[in-house]
């Protein structure tokens, strides 16, 4: 069924060669097919037919996008390889925001600088976070976006960097992975990354009942007295105090563990891919990696 409908998209996309660039195309390719090395040929060919700057833009984004995912495929050992891979991505949105500014470019130029400090090490890794988090703070804060991917990479920025010689917070990026939860497209994605990342955080912080419901009302003045939308949503969590509710869930945060809202994240994420009749392989492969989860925390 998969092939089929690449192969579908594929005479669409040979019958539109010299027509104006489809962003369904091509972000069907990439979401919904998982066919990077086809989205890729796409937007090259849309990219020599294009003519007006905002059409490259849309277009360099993209590749930035698909080039960044080709590139997470390249086995870890080849190091040079996957630098090339990733510069090339943040070329791309470069060229991009040269030609337009826009949420999407500085969202994957932030992801390449990213990649590119994880290959080179923890050090790097370090040096390039900061730079990141100003590329996240301004997709979310000057074009207003409420991006549920940029509110991801800040919630793994603050939730994997150290705190005192960085700016880790385990409890902003909790706070950041929610408002990516509750802000992602649940019609076109199953979102299953987003839900095990949701509770990974949440097992590794663990509080108990007592220390939620109480740590949760103190976030709430701080949510209602912020006005900039990354400092406001770094106390997310706590929008409702302990009252706050998730759509997971009947019951308010302040009446149940970290643990034990973990395994429920996990048990509606297992639900909701259990819908999908035909799943990509990284869904599958991403519900294995709950069931497993969810099973540790089980045992």
């Not at 730079?131 to 703070?137: H, N, Q, S, V």
């Not at 987003?194 to 949760?216: D, V």
């Not at 706590?238 to 945060?253: Q, V």
Request: proline share 3%; hydrophobic share 35%.
């Amino acid at each position: 069924m998969k092939k089929l409908a690449i192969v579908v998209l594929l005479l669409l996309f040979t019958a539109s060669l010299f027509a104006a660039f489809d962003a369904a195309i091509s972000d069907d390719l990439f979401y919904h097919q998982e066919a990077y090395e086809e989205d890729l040929e796409y937007l090259l060919s849309a990219y020599a037919e294009a003519t007006a700057d905002s059409e490259r833009a849309a277009i360099l984004w993209r590749l930035s996008r698909t080039n960044l995912y080709l590139t997470d495929a390249i086995p870890e050992d080849q190091k040079d390889e996957r630098i090339s891979g990733y510069e090339k991505s943040q070329a791309y949105a470069e060229e991009s925001l040269a030609l337009e500014e826009t949420a999407d470019g500085y969202h994957w130029q932030a992801s390449a600088i990213g990649r590119i400090g994880q290959v080179n090490g923890p050090l790097n890794s370090l040096s390039k976070a900061k730079p990141m988090r100003a590329l996240i703070e301004k997709v979310q804060n000057d074009f207003n976006a409420d991006m549920s991917d940029a509110w991801y990479v800040l919630s793994l920025l603050y939730d994997q960097l150290p705190g005192g010689i960085s700016f880790g917070n385990d409890n902003y990026a909790i706070s950041y992975i929610r408002r990516c939860v509750d802000t992602q497209d649940n019609v076109n994605r199953l979102n299953l990354t987003n839900y095990l990342e949701l509770a990974t955080q949440l097992h590794n912080r663990g509080w108990n009942a007592s220390k939620r419901a109480k740590e949760l009302d103190k976030m709430q003045g701080r949510y209602e007295s912020e006005t900039v939308p990354t400092e406001k949503m770094k106390f997310y969590e706590g929008r409702d105090g302990r009252n706050t509710t998730p759509f997971y869930s009947t019951l308010p945060l302040g009446e149940f563990s970290d643990e034990q809202e973990a395994i429920m994240v996990c048990q509606y994420a297992l639900a909701v891919y259990a819908t999908k009749t035909d799943p990509l392989p990284s869904e599958t492969e991403r519900a294995e990696e709950i069931e497993t989860f969810l099973s540790s925390m089980m045992n």
